[in-house]
Each structure stands twice: as structure tokens, then as C-alpha cells.
């Protein structure tokens, strides 16, 4: 059973930074996709970052250039590192694993809230 915890979620000024880990247990699907979607209050969730298990990413257009996520494939993990953060950035924080057709897991999420 594949299980996700985030952590590294906190509060910050706007233009601070902010790490976000995922680890990840239970998974033996060596073809997979993790992501990061974020949820802000009376919001739709909406798509962060992806990064495939070959290291292929994809960025919201909000967040391209100051977002990277990358994966330590030996560690099971995948970060979001968030640079310049904007208020609009607040939101609860989910990772989620993707494999196959069928198995679709989420994190019970971080909050990270910007500060103005």
C-alpha cells in the first residue's frame, strides 16, 4: 500500500522560501508520476509541479520560475522547492503518487502560509 507524508510546510514572508518533502513507502511501481497540488480556502485544488519516475517535469504557469520539483529516487522522495512566495501562494499543500490507470494516492497535506 503506498503511503505519502508531507512535511515542511510552514509560515513565511512573501519572498521567502520554503522546502516541501514527500516521502514515499509502499511503492514498488518503478513507472509513476508524483505531484504537488495545492488547495486555498473556498478553492478548487489545482495542479503545482509533476515529475515523472525518468525525472520529465511540468509546472502551473503560476509557479514557473520559482518552483522546482525534483526526486531522490533512492530515497523515495520528492521535494518543491518554493523561492519567491507570494500570498496567493497559501494554501493547503498535497503530494499525490500516480501509477498505472487505477492507483491514484494523496498526502494528508501541509499547510504553507505567505505572509504580505
Known amino acids: 500500500q503506498v503511503q505519502l507524508v508531507e512535511s515542511g510546510g510552514g509560515l513565511v514572508q512573501a519572498g521567502g522560501s520554503l522546502r516541501l518533502s514527500c516521502a514515499v513507502s509502499?511503492?514498488?511501481?518503478?513507472?509513476?508520476?508524483i505531484g504537488w497540488y495545492r488547495q486555498a480556502p473556498g478553492k478548487q485544488r489545482e495542479l503545482v509541479a509533476t515529475?515523472?519516475?525518468?525525472?520529465?517535469?511540468k509546472y502551473a504557469d503560476s509557479v514557473k520560475g520559482r518552483f522546482t520539483i525534483s526526486r531522490d529516487n533512492a530515497e523515495n522522495t520528492v521535494y518543491l522547492q518554493m523561492n519567491s512566495l507570494k500570498p496567493e501562494d497559501t494554501a493547503v499543500y498535497y503530494c499525490?503518487?500516480?501509477?498505472?490507470?487505477?492507483?491514484?494516492?494523496w498526502g494528508q497535506g501541509t499547510q504553507v502560509t505567505v505572509s504580505s
Open positions: 509502499g511503492s514498488t511501481f518503478s513507472i509513476n508520476v
Open positions: 515529475i515523472s519516475n525518468g525525472g520529465s517535469t
Open positions: 499525490n503518487f500516480r501509477a498505472f490507470s487505477w492507483l491514484d494516492v
